[in-house]
């Protein structure tokens, strides 16, 4: 068989695969609740989400924010089996999670801290706090829909600045 036939072969496979994982996901209770849990619309699949199969040496699977690789043992090309879900399950998490990171960047704990320690140095130089919530506050409603989800997470990163500002006082 010619190189391009089993190209060709290989892309056909792959492409009822992703089908077929997108339909589990679409279907399986668990999985929905996954999402649910992750404020991630389902429909993402669609659009942001491919799977492949591949020589992984070892590895059974890995993930990033738009793809999902599994070892070619893993299904051994058909998913008739159930006992290998609990990868898609894992890999799936962590796409969850990259999908969550990126439509809202307040879900990163890095971003959160930056946020903290802006706050805690306005403080600690005296800014006076309408001012500090003048600065911030318009840039953290900017990620939410609603205003009082906005409010809450402005508070509580008051909150955590005003902790972080005594420490900064009390090392100087």
């Known amino acids: ?43 993402r699949i669609d659009t942001n989400l491919t799977f492949e199969f591949q020589d992984l040496d070892g ?7 738009k793809r999902i690789v599994f070892d070619n043992s893993i299904f051994n090309g058909k998913i008739s089996s159930k006992e290998n879900i609990h990868f898609l399950i894992h890999e799936l998490y962590h796409w969850l999670k ?12 890095e971003e959160v801290e930056a946020f903290i320690l802006g706050i805690a140095y306005e403080i600690v130089r005296g800014v006076p706090n309408e001012e ?9 409603e900017d990620h939410f829909d609603k205003d009082k989800d906005a409010y809450k997470m402005f508070k509580a990163l008051f909150s955590s600045a005003i902790k ?7 090392d100087t």
């Not at 990259?98 to 704990?109: H, T």
């Open 1 to 43: 068989m010619s190189w391009h036939k089993i190209a060709k072969e290989i892309e056909n496979n792959q492409t009822s695969m992703n089908k077929i994982l997108k339909d589990i996901i679409k279907r399986n209770k668990f999985i929905i609740q996954m999402f649910h849990n992750n404020s991630i619309p389902l429909d």
């Open 59 to 65: 590895k059974k699977a890995l993930s990033d924010s």
């Open 98 to 109: 990259r999908q969550k990171e990126r439509a809202f960047y307040l879900a990163d704990p």
């Open 132 to 140: 500090i919530a003048q600065i911030y506050y318009p840039i953290i």
């Open 164 to 170: 972080k500002a005594k420490e900064f006082q009390k």
